[in-house]
């Protein structure tokens, strides 16, 4: 037993040592990691204790300390509440929608931009597709507004093919296409990069080989090319899954309006409406950390599917 603890007190010493030594040798890093670990604590750790309001009847006046605890009684609130089915099926309808739409578009753009031998006409359509990305979401919601207008530019395309004038953004049946379709536009660059960086790492010897073996340009994007990207494809589509339930507050909010709230009203919404209109606090509390939870899930098991599927995935 001695020899034993003998042997566990020295097998310490020496990783204290090693530690150590470490943290002298690069002490440098350390020190400029410092800001970012005090960031993440501040903003990310400490406001954690936040989520005891979801299990409690908070009033500001009493403090988080001294409000009554009530259980669960805030999520079995949301859960009877006419608004649970509405909302949860919205958030999953779009979410769903950008998906199905939004997740392929920059797979395909960097694809097809892949192909463009001409260097300075390929960074021209990059750096026209990236700049919607840097627009704030305040000016794109304006822009789309304005374009959706009765005498807005999609009115002018759409009466100049036959059709008729219509306030397209009071019409409930158009407010989720015009919501994917512009978060296509003003993403599909910007998501490209990392499939474009992903793709310089394919050996080009394979395309060599493919060629002498006849194969088309068709063919090697889909025996090769696509192969090639695909950890990135299933990383990046994980990660897409376990924001399944964070719909976009800030845009939902600047384009919705009474007519669309049957279509347009999300989990984001409501609890921006409980929280900072009503001031029911503990109530918004519980609804986000249901939303969290599901998200965490959709991450856990769309990662262990990857991994019985392939050997792709994030842990």
Not at 189 to 212: F, K, M, P
Request: overall charge positive; glycine content about 6%; proline content about 3%.
């Amino acid at each position: 037993m001695k020899i034993v603890a003998s042997k566990k007190m020295n097998d310490n010493n020496q990783l204290w040592y090693k530690i150590k030594k470490d943290f002298i040798r690069n002490r440098t890093v350390y020190l400029l990691f410092l800001p970012v670990l005090a960031y993440y604590i501040i903003f990310n750790y400490i406001p954690l204790f936040g989520l005891t309001l979801a299990f409690k009847d908070y009033t500001p006046s009493k403090g988080i300390f001294n409000s009554p605890w009530i259980g669960f009684d805030n999520f079995r609130r949301f859960f009877n509440s006419i608004y649970f089915g509405r909302t949860v099926r919205n958030t999953i309808t779009i979410s769903l929608m950008e998906i199905i739409f939004g997740f392929p578009a920059p797979i395909i753009f960097a694809l097809l931009l892949n192909e463009i031998q001409n260097k300075y006409f390929k960074r021209i359509i990059q750096t026209i597709t990236y700049l919607p990305h840097f627009i704030s979401t305040m000016v794109i919601c304006g822009m789309i507004l304005d374009f959706c207008l009765k005498d807005g530019l999609i009115n002018d395309i759409i009466v100049l093919l036959g059709g008729e004038r219509i306030n397209l953004l009071m019409e409930a049946k158009y407010f989720r296409p015009i919501y994917v379709a512009s978060g296509i536009w003003q993403n599909v660059g910007w998501g490209s990069i990392v499939y474009l960086s992903a793709l310089t790492s394919i050996d080009t010897e394979q395309y060599e080989a493919a060629y002498i073996d006849g194969a088309n340009r068709f063919q090697q994007v889909i025996h090769i090319t696509l192969p090639g990207i695909l950890p990135t494809i299933i990383v990046l589509f994980i990660m897409k899954i376990g924001g399944l339930m964070s719909v976009g507050f800030e845009k939902i909010f600047l384009l919705y309006n009474p007519t669309t709230y049957e279509v347009a009203d999300v989990i984001s919404t409501f609890i921006y409406r409980k929280g900072l209109v009503d001031f029911d606090y503990s109530f918004s509390t519980a609804v986000g950390l249901f939303n969290s939870v599901i998200n965490i899930t959709l991450v856990y098991f769309a990662n262990a599917l990857s991994k019985r599927v392939n050997e792709y995935s994030l842990w």
